[in-house]
């Protein structure tokens, strides 16, 4: 039913609320790299739902001189004016579970 559906729909909510990094749910390709990012490897910014690779996010966040981190989606027309939130900054910049140095360039294959 419908009800039950919204209700599932809150619950989800909910959930991601709570998660200090909200994953992207399909596969996608990152727009500064250019990669094919798997669902849920990528991060999914809460300020504005644009999608990046935590690589190239955090080489944002490594690289921001201001205290702000902006978000870096750009193109021809547009500039998102939205910036990271402090919980996405604290969990992007943490070093990687599983080795592997802030920073480094993991390759897929």
């Known amino acids: 039913t419908l009800e039950a ?3 599932q729909n ?3 909510l909910l959930r991601l609320e709570q998660e200090v990094l909200v994953p992207n749910q399909e596969s996608m390709e990152c727009r500064i790299c250019f990669q094919h990012v798997p669902a849920g490897q990528g991060v999914l910014l809460r300020e504005c739902l ?3 690779c935590r690589d190239c996010l955090r080489q944002v ?4 001189e201001e205290p702000a981190v902006a ?3 750009r193109d021809d027309s547009y500039a998102c004016s939205s910036h990271l939130q402090e919980r996405e900054i604290r969990a992007v910049s943490a070093p990687r579970q599983g080795g592997g140095r802030p920073g480094q ?3 897929n294959g």
């Open 5 to 7: 559906e919204r209700l």
């Open 10 to 12: 809150f619950q989800q």
């Open 50 to 52: 644009h999608n990046f």
């Open 61 to 64: 966040i490594n690289y921001s």
């Open 71 to 73: 978000c870096p989606y």
């Open 105 to 107: 360039r993991l390759t």
